[in-house]
């Protein structure tokens, strides 16, 4: 045992006191991380029809995807070590509270400029629950614990962004691009009442004066957040949520235009993937207690890096189209045994500062997401290569990440 786990078990810190997590708080903690794919990809299908209702370009429209991106990537750096210094429980109200006020300002918006801020302040505030709702899991659980709890998590983050669109293509029709972001906004209203009623402090006052207490003993916990299993492991959840990225940012254009389905047709497809996610995920919860973490993630990774493979070599020969969708849903069905997996290995490996770790964590997920957004799109609406390139290469980087990571014990 390391001197830093015979503190944590002395003290009673992030490794040693374990309360069992609840299935209420599990579903809030899960529906709070869902919030953020679902504000991302709602509006999905409504893309063609906002460039005319605010006289704009699609680029432009894009735009107020890249900047939720962005403002979920920087909320997470904010509200993880936020929640580290003064609790769990404040943070996470906080940014509940602004995250309802901007997804109303975001249907209200008359231009597209104001739009625009509007989703960067939304994805910014809606951070908070998906960085603190990893650090609650953290606080309270580990080892196989942990990694069932957040594959559980990820059945639901997963196949938010994935089904969102399906929903979003109902919806359209009826309420219009402003009525699906009036749904995000009862959704955010709903979670603000959730946190309030189930969630309470993990990170106790008598858990941050152990944690002072760890650190004068064996230092900052800075240097964890440096460790190769760490970085490995964060890189190889980071770039693994690009390849599911990168697919949805093309995937209006891919299904609609390229492949020619109406909204009701891409939902559908859409619906397709999200119930490949869900057994994968469903098999990977259930796994966790017999099988280890990181030969789940590894196969998982394997499995996404042969999908992605297959994908390039379709475009590049030219294979009919309709043959693109096979391997993306491959893709996407295998990333429900590394998303889970990985974010369990990269927390482990950070016991001492989890609402950094999963700031750090969430940070790399969607700033990569916000990378990989526009690259996708450069061929054109009728060019798959650049997706297919961007979603290879992200799954090549998982697995390389994956390797350097090593086993717990290296």
């Known amino acids: 045992m390391t001197t830093t786990s015979r503190s944590a078990a002395r003290h009673g810190g992030a490794r040693g ?14 529906s709070l991380s869902a919030i953020a794919p679902v504000a991302t990809d709602l509006y999905l299908p409504a893309f063609p029809t906002m460039t005319g209702d605010l ?45 309802v ?25 809606g951070a908070a629950g998906m960085v603190i709702g990893r650090a609650v899991i953290s606080d309270l659980a580990a080892g196989p614990a942990a990694a069932r709890a957040f594959s559980i998590m990820t059945l639901v983050t997963g196949v ?7 929903v979003g293509s109902l919806l359209i029709g009826g309420v219009g691009w402003r009525g699906v972001l009036w749904v995000v906004f009862a959704l955010a209203a709903v979670m603000l009442v959730a946190v309030v009623a189930v969630v309470r402090e993990t990170h106790t006052p008598e858990r941050r004066r152990r944690a002072r207490i760890e650190r004068a003993e064996n230092g900052s916990a800075a240097k964890d957040l440096i460790s190769r299993a760490f970085l490995g492991n964060t890189g190889a959840y980071g770039f693994g949520f690009a390849v599911m990225m990168a697919y949805i940012a093309a995937s209006p254009f891919l299904y609609q235009v390229l492949l020619g389905m109406n909204e009701i047709a891409y939902g559908l497809s859409f619906g397709a993937n999200a119930a490949g996610l869900v057994i994968v ?3 990977a919860a259930r796994l966790s207690a017999s099988r280890s973490i990181r030969g789940m993630l590894g196969l998982g990774l394997s499995v996404v890096g042969a999908a992605t493979a297959a994908l390039l070599i379709v475009v590049v020969t030219g294979a009919p189209h309709w043959l693109i969708p096979i391997p993306i849903f491959v ?12 974010t369990a290995a ?27 957004s526009p690259l996708v799109s450069l061929g054109g609406e009728n060019d798959p290569l650049p997706l297919a390139i961007v979603m290879v290469t992200c799954a090549l980087i998982a697995l390389a990440a994956f390797v350097v990571a090593g086993r717990p014990s290296d």
Request: glycine share 14%; with cysteine; proline share 5%.
């Open 331 to 342: 893709a996407v069905s295998g990333l429900g045994l590394v998303l889970g997996n990985a």
């Open 346 to 372: 990269a927390l482990q490996a950070v016991p001492r500062a989890s609402g950094s770790g999963s700031a750090l964590l969430g940070a790399l997920q969607f700033g990569l997401g916000a990378a990989v």
């Open 17 to 30: 006191e374990r309360t069992p997590i609840g299935t209420l708080l599990l579903i809030v903690l899960a």
């Open 281 to 283: 995920g469903s098999v």
């Open 55 to 99: 006289a704009t370009g699609a680029t432009a429209v894009q735009l107020t995807l890249t900047a939720f991106l962005v403002g979920v990537a920087v909320g997470q750096l904010v509200f993880g070590p936020l929640s580290d210094r003064v609790g769990r429980l404040r943070p996470l109200i906080g940014g509940a509270a602004i995250c």
């Open 101 to 125: 006020i901007a997804s109303a300002l975001a249907a209200l918006a008359p231009t597209i400029e104001l739009l625009i801020v509007a989703r960067f302040v939304q994805g910014l505030a």
């Open 160 to 166: 938010a962004p994935i089904l969102a669109p399906f």
